[in-house]
Every structure is written in structure tokens, then in C-alpha cells.
């Protein structure tokens, strides 16, 4: 019996050693880009560029299956961190970005099916069954999931409204 | 130090700004007035920097003068009195007092002319025994911010000086914008009651000395300050050259005490802490006679009006009645052309004259086409004429370049940040171009571009927060089916022993 225990021990501290050596030299080098670039992506998940989620835009992005214009809530922002990380050349000017935007309810519609609520990636929906929804503005990122779960079109996604704090000179016209 | 600025403080004279023509006079020299009572008081929430204050008083409320309105919300911020007695008509959207026109919440006050005072602050006869951070306290609840412009609570600006030492206490009566007169007139009328307030802040803040810097086209408040500040040996009474823009904060210091703030610094990094003049009094009033800050002295003035002056306005009166007290000049000649809220070098375009004054007001000037400058920009020459007179040592038209063509990191590197907008450089330009627009813009749009960044860090948190979460339930949700699945089988099994047990027992 010793020699059976010995045997199968030895087999396995040899065949483990193998493992771990080929795991160290043989190792396939994943793009490390992607990761930054992961990194650069909002993280909602959102899915709104076409692709599972942001770690599968990101490897697309990388790879140069996608624009680096593709992911909608980064806007213009975003597309211009992505150009200079991967040193694409972007013209920001023909960037279609019409700002920062946020979902709300139309209270009237809302019938309380929470749908939204459990589509939204950042948990900024509030509201009980059969009651009105409400979205919480500081935490909701734009994604838009939730405007395509509603039923009723009660959920629309709205430019963020421009306040004192927000508003921004305009750029003089050009001399 | 440059070779150049060297050789400029040795000879004593100053090598950055501009000086405009100065139309102070005679408006100046007029006795300071008092606005008729307006029959509604507009009181935007935030008039100041930092989080706007929360309404305390109900709608349909009567208030008597004094009495708080709403409250400080958090650590920057201040509170809103009553400037007069009346009737809470509305807490309501109004246009504020800002080039954008856009709405900001506002108390509307209906008044009853009673002007009754209510209660008082705590008033104290030595305010030399009060502790320094009371005496911070009490400046916090009457509502003081810097009434040189910037709005800054003054309280947090006391407190602040707490933790780090300051030497010299640097009171700004610089006023070194064109039209403007307030602070002129104040020291002219007041100085006994500002050099008290310097008294004070100069206790509040431990500091061994107080700098007074006047600019040298102030001879009048110059003598009443010196005679007013004659028995106390710590407050010193300094003419400075009249250039703009004297009365800036870093330009001052550097003026008086030879030290330049780092950028991106504060004054208490070089042991200095600068107040208005206007700020030394309102803390005089609320001290010694529990007086929140309800009313300053504005300047009214510009070639549209028929009658200009200083006058005693109560906050929240409106442009519109300020210059029906004023009256429009009828003459075509000199009809108004544009309105503008503060001097004509930093002011604010108003929209229109339906906006309050509010604590951070010094002017309002109704301006003729005659005094607007000429708005057809050309294209650059490379004068220089523009980093001539920077105040902060920068090159406008390398940053205006930047900002033109839409590189914003790269006249953010050219120091984009350190220009406070004191327009010197628009002002010279030989092309006329809008350069503190651009600046300002290019601020603007940096400042939006870091809060889409905050914004979507915090979604990304949000986002890994609820991947954590739903992993957390799900596992939980598990627990609990295995625990109950074990718990069935354990029961059924219980129950099959018990079936046998019974079986044996009957057999």
C-alpha cells in the first residue's frame, strides 16, 4: 500500500511541478492594453455598443474590430481618451456627442412594473411594484437599458439640465 | 524674479497691469445715498461660493428685519437675513444676477415698510474677550462673505487661518476697478468703523499686523484711515500705485509685503490672509451691533444714467429699481447699451435689469455705447503686448491660440489655470480679440470635462458595487437552498428512522 501512496504522490508533486513551470514560461501574453483600455470604459455594462459587456468592447476596441468613438456613454470624453491611449488620430468635431444625458420617469405613464429597475447597471432606480419610479439623478450614468425595458415609455433618456454651476462661456467666433 | 521684475522693484515700479481711465470722479465725491425701500426683495439662496443656503421661513411667513431666512447648508456656506420686515410672498425660480440668464432659487420678501428690526444677533462690548473661534462663529451666522467680489464665507476664511499661522493680516481697499467708488466712499465715511472691524479680524485670525493697502487715487480715504487707525499701533495705512489690478488678492500681497502666493497656492501659504475692507466693516456691525449682513453700498454709475452715486442698497433690490432711482438718460445719444453687474473690467453682463443685488455686489453700471470698447476682433500681430501686462507673468496669446484650436490640456499646460480673468490683456490687445473669453470659456469647459470624469467614476463604482452585490445574493440565495435542501433530507431521513423504528416496534 506504501508503494501505491508513494507512487501516486510522486506522480502528482511531478505532474503539478510540470504545470506550474509551463504555466510560467509557456504563458500566453493576454494584450495588457485591453485592460488599460478596460480600465478608461465606464463599467456599466450597458451593452449599448454591441458588445457583451465593457471588457469584450474594450478587447474589440484594441483589436480594431470597433471605433474607438463606439461606446455611447463615454462620449466625446472617452473617444478622445481612447485616440490618444491607442494613438488613433480622431477628429472630435464629427464626434456626435450631444452632451451628457440621464434618464427620467413621466410619473403620469409610470404603471410600477419594475422592469427598469432591474436593468439598470448602476442601481439609480427607485420604486416599488405598482408604484411610480423614480430615478436618482447623481447616480444614473446615461446608459439607456432601462428606456428599453419600460413598456410604457415612461422612461426617456434627457440631457442633463444646464445650471449656473454648469453653464459654460461659449468660445468666441472665430477672428 | 526675472531680471526684469529685479530691476523694476528696485526702482519701485510695477511691471505687470494696465491703468484705464479710471471715471471714478465725481461720483466718488458725492455723499453716499440711500435706496427708497423697494417694495419686493429678491434673495437668490447662493450668493456665495460653496453650497447654497436652505429656506427656514415658510411661504405667507412674517419676518421682521433681521431675522434669518434661510440657513448655511455645510461647511462652505452662509446664511440669508431679512434685509427689511414683510411677507415671505414666494420662495421661487428667478433670473440671476449672471450672464447666462439662467434661473436660480430665491426667497421673494413683499415689504411692509415697517422695517421693524426682530431680534439681534449677540452683541458684545468687548468682543477682545470673546474666544477667536466664537468670534468666527458669530461671523458665520450674520452671513458675511468677501464683499470684494469673490463672495468667499469669511468665517471658513477665519477658521482656516487657524490651522495654518498667519503673520500679516492684508486688508484689500485696493478698488482698483474703473466706475467703482464703494469701498472708496466707505473708508471715507466709515473708517472708524472698518479700522474696529480690522481690530477684530486681526484678533480673530493672530496675527501680529495688519497692512492696509489703498490705492494712491484714494487721497480722501487715505487721510481717514490714517486719521482712524492712528491709536493702534499694528494697523498700518499703506498707498499703493494706482494700477489695475491692484486690488487682486495676489497682486496686493506681493505689492505690500514683496511675497509672491505659489501658484496654484493660497495666501496662507505665505503666511498672509487677505480681507476686503467691506468685509472689516459688516464684521464690525455684526459684533458690535448684531447686525447680519443685509445691506451694502453699491456703485451706481455710467454715461446712461442722470443721476449716479453710491448708494445704501438693501440686498435683494432689484437693477431694475436701482436705476428707476437712477433714472435713464432720455437722450438718444446716451441710451443704454449694455448693463453690467460689478466693474467693467470683471463684471458680469446682466440679461436684463429684472436681477437682485446680491452681497457680492459692488456696481451696477449702465453703460453707453460711447464707453463699450471696439468688439470686431482681427487676427494676431504677436505684439506681446498682451504678456506685457499679465499680471500673473503668463502669454494670453499662447493660450488663446491653444484654446482656439481646441487644445485644452496644452493651454492648460501653458498655465491656463493660473489667469484669474482681470482681462489687462483684452484690454490691450491691438486686435481686439475676446482673449478672457476664451479663457474663460476654456475654463469652463475643462471644469465640465472633470466633473464627466467624476461622474463616470462614480458610475464605475455604482456598476462594481452592484456586480458585487448580485454575486453576494446569489451566493446567499444558494446558502439558503442547500441549508433547506439539508434540512429536508435530514428531516426525511428522521422520518424513514423513525418508520423503521415503529415497524421494528410493531413487529
Known amino acids: 500500500m506504501i508503494t501505491a501512496v508513494l507512487s501516486l504522490t510522486l506522480l502528482g508533486v511531478a505532474l503539478g511541478l510540470m504545470l506550474g513551470v509551463a504555466d510560467r514560461f509557456f504563458a500566453v501574453a493576454v494584450n495588457p492594453v485591453i485592460a488599460q483600455v478596460e480600465g478608461l470604459m465606464p463599467g456599466s455594462q450597458c451593452g449599448q455598443c454591441g458588445f457583451p459587456g465593457c471588457s469584450a468592447a474594450a478587447a474589440a476596441i484594441v483589436g480594431g474590430a470597433a471605433p474607438v468613438t463606439a461606446c455611447g456613454p463615454g462620449g466625446k470624453t472617452l473617444a478622445a481618451a481612447l485616440a490618444a491611449k491607442l494613438g488613433v488620430s480622431l477628429d472630435l468635431n464629427a464626434v456626435v456627442d450631444s452632451g451628457p444625458k440621464q434618464a427620467r420617469v413621466a410619473e403620469e405613464i409610470c404603471i410600477g412594473c419594475c422592469r427598469c429597475g432591474s436593468a439598470c447597471t448602476s442601481d439609480a432606480i427607485l420604486g416599488a411594484s405598482k408604484q411610480i419610479h423614480s430615478v436618482l439623478t447623481e447616480v444614473c450614468n446615461g446608459c439607456g437599458n432601462c428606456v428599453e425595458r419600460c413598456p410604457t415609455e415612461a422612461l426617456k433618456l434627457q440631457p442633463v439640465p444646464v445650471t449656473l454651476t454648469h453653464w459654460v462661456w461659449p468660445k468666441p467666433v472665430a477672428a | ?507
Open chain 2, 1 to 507: 524674479m526675472g531680471l526684469m521684475e529685479r530691476l523694476f522693484a528696485r526702482t519701485g515700479k510695477i511691471a505687470w497691469g494696465v491703468h484705464p481711465d479710471e471715471r471714478k470722479r465725481p461720483v466718488a465725491d458725492l455723499p453716499l445715498a440711500r435706496l427708497p425701500l423697494p417694495r419686493r426683495l429678491f434673495l437668490p439662496l447662493q450668493q456665495h461660493i460653496g453650497s447654497a443656503a436652505r429656506p427656514v421661513v415658510q411661504v405667507g411667513q412674517q419676518v421682521a428685519k433681521g431675522q434669518l431666512l434661510a440657513a448655511a447648508h455645510g461647511e462652505f456656506s452662509a446664511p440669508l437675513h431679512a434685509p427689511t420686515s414683510g411677507r415671505v410672498a414666494a420662495i421661487e425660480d428667478i433670473t440671476a444676477p449672471h450672464p447666462s440668464g439662467l434661473p436660480c432659487p430665491a426667497i421673494v420678501l413683499e415689504a411692509d415698510g415697517e422695517d421693524r428690526w426682530g431680534e439681534r444677533l449677540p452683541t458684545c462690548d468687548d468682543p477682545f474677550k470673546l474666544s477667536p473661534g466664537e468670534i468666527a462663529r458669530r461671523v458665520a451666522d450674520a452671513g458675511i462673505v468677501g464683499l470684494g467680489g469673490a463672495s468667499f464665507p469669511s468665517a471658513v476664511k477665519l477658521a482656516l487661518s487657524q490651522r495654518s499661522a498667519v503673520a500679516t493680516l492684508i486688508i484689500n481697499g485696493g478698488e482698483c476697478e474703473p466706475y467703482l467708488s464703494c469701498d472708496d466712499r466707505l473708508m471715507r465715511d466709515f473708517a472708524d468703523e472698518v479700522v474696529d472691524g480690522v481690530r477684530i479680524v486681526l484678533y480673530a485670525v493672530g496675527a501680529s499686523r495688519a497692512l492696509v493697502g489703498i490705492e494712491d487715487n484714494k487721497p480722501e480715504a487715505l487721510a481717514a484711515m490714517r486719521e482712524a487707525a492712528k491709536p493702534f499701533a499694528s494697523i498700518e495705512i499703506h498707498a499703493v500705485p494706482a494700477r489695475y489690478p491692484m486690488g487682486s488678492e495676489k497682486q496686493l500681497i506681493q505689492t505690500l509685503t514683496g511675497k509672491e502666493v505659489p501658484a496654484k497656492g493660497r495666501p496662507a501659504d505665505v503666511g498672509v490672509l487677505v480681507h476686503n475692507v467691506g468685509t472689516a466693516r459688516a464684521v464690525h456691525r455684526a459684533l458690535r451691533h448684531g447686525e447680519p449682513l443685509i445691506e451694502r453700498i453699491v456703485t451706481v454709475n455710467g454715461g446712461a444714467l442722470e443721476r449716479r452715486g453710491n448708494l445704501l442698497v438693501p440686498i435683494g433690490a432689484l437693477v431694475e429699481d436701482l436705476l428707476a432711482f437712477c433714472k435713464l438718460a432720455f437722450a438718444p445719444q446716451r441710451s443704454l447699451a449694455r448693463l453690467v453687474m460689478g466693474g467693467p473690467m470683471m463684471g458680469s453682463l446682466l440679461p436684463h435689469a429684472r436681477v437682485p443685488v446680491v452681497k457680492g455686489t459692488s456696481g451696477v453700471l449702465a453703460l453707453t455705447a460711447d464707453e463699450l470698447p471696439a468688439i470686431t476682433p482681427g487676427p494676431c500681430i504677436r505684439c506681446g503686448y498682451c504678456s506685457k501686462v499679465c499680471p500673473m507673468g503668463l502669454l494670453p496669446l499662447e493660450i488663446a491660440a491653444r484654446v482656439h484650436a481646441g487644445e485644452l490640456t496644452a493651454a492648460e499646460t501653458c498655465g491656463l489655470t493660473d489667469c484669474m480673468g482681470c482681462g489687462c490683456c483684452a484690454y490691450v490687445c491691438t486686435a481686439h480679440i475676446p482673449l478672457t473669453q476664451y479663457f474663460q470659456h476654456a475654463k469652463g469647459e475643462l471644469a465640465a470635462q472633470q466633473r464627466i470624469k467624476l461622474r463616470q467614476q462614480h458610475g464605475k463604482r455604482l456598476a462594481t458595487a452592484r456586480a458585487e452585490r448580485l454575486a453576494r445574493e446569489a451566493k446567499e440565495k444558494a446558502a439558503i437552498a442547500a441549508a433547506r435542501k439539508a434540512a429536508r433530507n435530514a428531516a426525511k431521513a428522521a422520518a424513514a428512522a423513525q418508520a423503521v423504528a415503529s415497524e421494528e416496534a410493531s413487529a
